[in-house]
């Protein structure tokens, strides 16, 4: 449309640049001067937190790949030594984690936005098989990044999701064996997977230029699905849609700030805090939220190859959407039988995401088989016949005759919901046949918790009584204890407790290895010299405790995880723990326990080797049994002082984080206000908001 000023540089070296190189002149045409429709709703938003989010993992996956170690031996301890030691780490490593996350919620959306609006219809049919690339660039990029932590998850996903290749005929052993750069997944794994998932986000970013060039030249589809027809149809970009993209896009962010700061491991499994181990299998590997739909569709059919060729096709088919739905009306608004089976297929999609969070068993599978049908007719069946019987509404005159008529509001109540349900129905939780742990209250807990000092100590005191001769805290340093948030101890104090200990020297002339006294920059010793050696004593390896509050939680159920992201419920390991720790009993008269066992009715299975690890009288001063301060040493006291201690050790800097959400929050809030009025006066002009 004409009726946009052009770019005039206004002085002598901007026009001798012009002349040579507009570069001025490019970014005027494209992202100041370029005309947009004046309808565009807040769902067109998306597109530029799209662009926000690809940066900001770019930027943080950059400084990740600085301080990670792609090694099988190495890899899990290197993700804790960035949360831990480098400065901000932590940061960045939730940052990127749930970067991801938004990064899939923002694709969805604006996928679903395209559907509903008939975005992929002509003449912008590349736009969208571009979008429909980005979208499973995007899912090897994700699935790759997943892979890195090597935890349990990750290992387990990548054996899984790798082993599907060999399904293809022919060729599919062979491409199986180059994954895995041997004949099972491993240390080169590991090595292609982390260059891979380096450079694939540079690649997404080349497609995204163009996408946006596509879509520069076909111009922006709009609610009403019409071309704009004169100049009062469309507006410049800057400050019109650039204002009101910079608002949505600082609500958005708000929410991002929520995950990051409050729920950051809410999204994720707390298997993958147990380091990759390929003799034990989880009970029910679960990929990341986003993979979950696809996931069930895979496991919808029990012939392998059969899944895999599903799997690929419930994105591929996405493709070649302009040619299956003909219907010559695009929007939803005016197609009011394509609305009804656009929102039959949107929670067809949802069902399957919570299908694929749950165990390929009995009613599930007959379920996602159903669904998955009904996913593949909505585009093969129904599209088809809609596009030839369907009778639409009648189309406006103009994109100005019918920009103050329409109220998106319902349909942003029901996305909101949708999408809440998406993300909390599928969130994973840990299956277990035991009893449900008690909710506990603790300090750190909520928006403004700090860990309580006296508590850490005593808690400190209970591990190394009770705990550190099975159980060892390697991944935390001595001079951890004197940090900022933690214990409390001063640096003095937390040399006294290192000199306590002994740790391998260097070698010294000879190439013997001797012990020596442990120093603040040392961290405390595993309580065996190697595997076997904890084996030949326990028949078994007692794991390490520096993270187990996140390696370890519970199911919630429905409707209570959705409530947890909302009142920041993060502590169900630290209630586990506790539970656990005090949930030994005499079992049922209908159960014997297995030799060399004990009964717990908190622990999957109930029966555990470990026997009751804390009694009255375990802690006593002066003969009693109290604690230095003089808290009585009960066992649900120490569980809960152990528990706590152990949850510092796990998140080091949570009252760093959460102290530093806090003035984020302020700030976006104040923000987002400050933009919504600019928005309100910059649009008033034009009689809209």
């Not at 990740?64 to 899990?76: C, E, G, I, K, S």
């Not at 506990?440 to 006296?454: E, I, L, T």
């Not at 919630?556 to 656990?580: H, N």
Request: a positive charge; aromatic letters at 16%.
């Amino acid at each position: 449309m004409s009726g946009h000023p052009t770019y005039q540089p206004q002085n002598a070296f901007m026009k001798w640049m012009e002349a040579r190189l507009p570069i001025a002149g490019l970014v005027h045409s494209s992202f100041i001067a370029y005309p947009v429709p004046r309808n565009l709703n807040y769902w067109w938003t998306f597109g530029g937190i799209l662009a926000f989010m690809l940066a900001a993992q770019i930027v943080t996956g950059v400084v990740l790949a600085m301080h990670y170690t792609p090694h099988v031996d190495l890899a899990f301890n290197s993700v804790e030594h960035i949360m831990r030691d480098v400065n901000f780490g932590w940061l960045l490593r939730y940052l990127h984690a749930n970067g991801a996350s938004m990064f899939f919620l923002a694709g969805y959306i604006h996928m679903f936005r395209g559907m509903y609006y008939g975005s992929y219809k002509e003449p912008r049919e590349v736009l969208w098989i571009l979008g429909v690339i980005l979208l499973l660039l995007m899912i090897m990029t994700g699935f790759m990044g997943y892979v890195l932590p090597w935890g349990q998850m990750s290992y387990w996903a990548a054996v899984v999701i790798t082993n599907l290749f060999s399904a293809i005929p022919i060729v599919g052993e062979s491409i199986t064996q180059w994954l895995w750069g041997g004949f099972a997944v491993g240390n080169p794994t590991l090595n292609r997977f982390y260059a891979l998932h380096y450079l694939l986000p540079f690649v997404i970013a080349g497609v995204v230029v163009l996408h946006i060039w596509a879509l520069h030249v076909v111009g922006q589809n709009n609610p009403d699905g019409i071309e704009p027809r004169q100049d009062s149809d469309t507006v410049a970009f800057t400050p019109y849609a650039t204002i009101k993209d910079g608002f949505f896009m600082s609500v958005f962010m708000i929410l991002f700030a929520w995950f990051v700061f409050y729920v950051p491991n809410y999204l994720g499994h707390p298997d993958n805090y147990i380091p990759a181990n390929p003799a034990v299998t989880p009970t029910h590997i679960v990929p990341e939220w986003y993979y979950l739909p696809f996931y069930a569709i895979l496991r919808a059919v029990p012939n392998k190859l059969g899944g895999v060729a599903l799997l690929g096709s419930a994105i591929v088919i996405l493709a070649f959407l302009p040619w299956l739905d003909r219907s010559k009306v695009r929007s939803a608004r005016y197609r009011p039988r394509y609305r009804f089976f656009f929102w039959l297929f949107f929670i067809t999609c949802v069902g399957l995401g919570w299908l694929g969070s749950k165990p390929a068993e009995g009613v599930y599978v007959y379920a996602a088989r159903a669904l998955t049908i009904y996913y593949f007719a909505h585009f093969l069946v129904i599209l088809p016949l809609l596009g030839r019987y369907e009778k639409p509404l009648p189309l406006p005159g103009s994109i100005t005759e019918s920009v103050l008529k329409r109220s998106g509001a319902a349909a942003v109540i029901v996305f909101a919901v949708m999408l809440a349900g998406l993300v909390g129905l599928s969130s994973p939780g840990v299956a277990a046949e035991a009893d449900t742990p008690t909710k506990q209250k603790w300090s750190f807990a909520g928006m403004f918790g700090k860990f309580d000092r006296g508590q850490l100590q005593r808690g400190f005191r209970v591990y190394r009584e009770v705990c550190q001769t099975c159980h060892g805290l390697t991944l935390v340093a001595f001079r951890n204890l004197a940090d900022p948030g933690g214990p409390g101890f001063s640096s003095a104090q937390a040399a006294a407790v290192a000199a306590e200990y002994q740790v391998p020297a260097e070698p010294d002339d000879q190439g013997e290895v001797k012990d020596r006294a442990a120093r603040l920059a040392d961290r405390f010793p595993a309580p065996f010299k190697n595997d076997n050696q904890a084996r030949a004593r326990y028949n078994a390896v007692p794991p390490d405790l520096s993270v187990i509050v996140k390696a370890r939680g519970y199911d919630r159920g429905f409707p209570y995880f959705i409530f947890d992201l909302f009142t920041q419920y993060q502590e169900q390991g630290a209630d586990y723990l506790v539970s656990l720790l005090t949930g030994y009993a005499d079992p049922p008269k209908d159960l014997t326990a297995p030799p060399g066992t004990f009964y717990n009715k908190y622990f999957p299975g109930h029966f555990l080797a470990m026997p009751p690890p804390l009694t009255d009288g375990r802690i006593t001063t002066d003969g009693k049994p109290v604690y230095d301060d003089g808290t009585p040493a009960t066992v649900d006291q120490m569980a809960r002082d152990v528990t706590a201690f152990l949850m510092w050790t796990a998140e080091p800097h949570l009252e760093a984080r959460k102290r530093i959400g806090l003035q984020v929050f302020i700030f976006l809030l104040v923000f987002s206000g400050l933009l919504y009025f600019t928005k309100k006066k910059v649009w008033k002009s034009l009689g809209a908001h």
